[in-house]
């Protein structure tokens, strides 16, 4: 709408003489013909890429995935201990048998050394941290987590 012209249905806007109803044969061939010139485009859908661990190579143990599993269940089964590696598949050696499985399926498995410091614990010094007399003369436990805080 543009000031200073007449108000105009939205009919009005077009030519009757443009819309020409033709034959409607000739519309459907037409519309076939763009149709046709219509192509899916081809997906392949087996060529999903799949991460690998660069660490799986070297890794004596691994964790299996498991595709299928309860709620509240681990994805993972494992470790196991690998038998023979191949570029696609792994030779792993189950409880009861060995198997082969692909690497899709496979995570390296780590472990603490045994080498690790072990630090003594003094239970005692933290119990006195964590119990305090009130003024009637009556112990109080706090949490560990609330241990180290003065109050």
Do not use: C, W
């Not at 050394?113 to 007399?133: C, F, I, M, Q």
């Amino acid at each position: 709408m543009t000031y200073s012209q007449t108000l105009r249905l939205p009919s009005d806007i077009f030519n009757k003489e443009e819309i020409t109803t033709g034959d409607d044969f000739t519309y459907v061939q037409k519309l076939r013909g763009i149709l046709n010139g219509f192509r899916p485009d081809h997906k392949s859908h087996s060529n999903s890429s799949f991460f690998v661990h660069s660490d799986l190579k070297d890794s004596e143990y691994v964790f299996v995935r498991n595709e299928v599993h309860k709620p509240l269940k681990p994805t993972d089964d494992g470790p196991y201990r690998v038998l023979s590696r191949k570029s696609k598949v792994y030779k792993v050696e189950f409880p009861n048998r060995n198997v082969q499985i692909s690497i899709d399926r496979l995570k390296p498995a780590y472990f603490l050394s045994n080498s690790s410091a072990t630090v003594k614990h003094d239970d005692e010094h933290d119990t006195d941290l964590r119990t305090t007399p009130t003024r009637s003369g009556r112990v109080t436990r706090r949490p560990v987590r609330f241990a180290n805080v003065k109050f």
